[in-house]
């Protein structure tokens, strides 16, 4: 029986090092779909420049690689005007899209956090871009660390070099 990896990926809204950042999350993520001989869900949200970076980032090498046991979700923490005005769209991006439960019934101040939390319960690993102290993925950083889940933090590995 194969076993399943999920993946979920969290970065700061705006990145200033984009392609760098990119190169990076694109070796990592190759490696991540060559090590893995089962199936390989990577959850993602849509909230800035890192989130779209790595939906891009995975679809592409799906293709390249010709990998059928990648999977590409995207977690909604409510569902939004643009997914009910571009329904089509997203579905033909995307291989999932979920509106997460916990969040769509928690406060709107809380549901991004409340579905960061629930991919990162969800996930065996989490790969984030984490370079200010501050924000949602500084807080899905130390939630994940409080749940002693394997981390990767690119910005780490891209001032490793």
């Excluded at 194969?2 to 990592?28: P, Q």
């Excluded at 993602?44 to 970076?53: E, P, S, T």
């Excluded at 769509?104 to 984490?130: C, G, P, Q, T």
Aim: charged letters at 30%; proline letters at 1%.
């Amino acid at each position: 029986m194969k076993e399943k990896l999920t993946v979920s990926l969290f970065g700061h809204r705006f990145i200033d090092e984009y392609n760098a950042v990119e190169s990076k999350l694109r070796e990592l993520l190759r490696i991540v779909m060559q090590k893995e001989s089962g199936e390989v869900e990577f959850l993602v949200g849509r909230n800035g420049d890192f989130d779209l970076m790595a939906a891009s980032v995975i679809r592409k090498l799906k293709k390249e690689t010709g990998n059928e046991n990648a999977f590409l979700a995207l977690v909604l923490p409510y569902e939004t005007a643009e997914l009910r005005n571009n329904t089509e769209a997203f579905e033909s991006y995307y291989d999932s899209i979920e509106i997460c439960e916990a969040s769509a019934e928690s406060n709107f101040k809380y549901a991004i956090v409340a579905r960061n939390h629930d991919m990162i319960d969800r996930s065996d690993m989490v790969i984030v871009y984490v370079k200010n102290e501050s924000g949602g993925a500084y807080q899905a950083l130390k939630y994940a660390e409080k749940n002693q889940k394997r981390i990767i933090n690119l910005y780490n590995a891209q001032n490793e070099e």
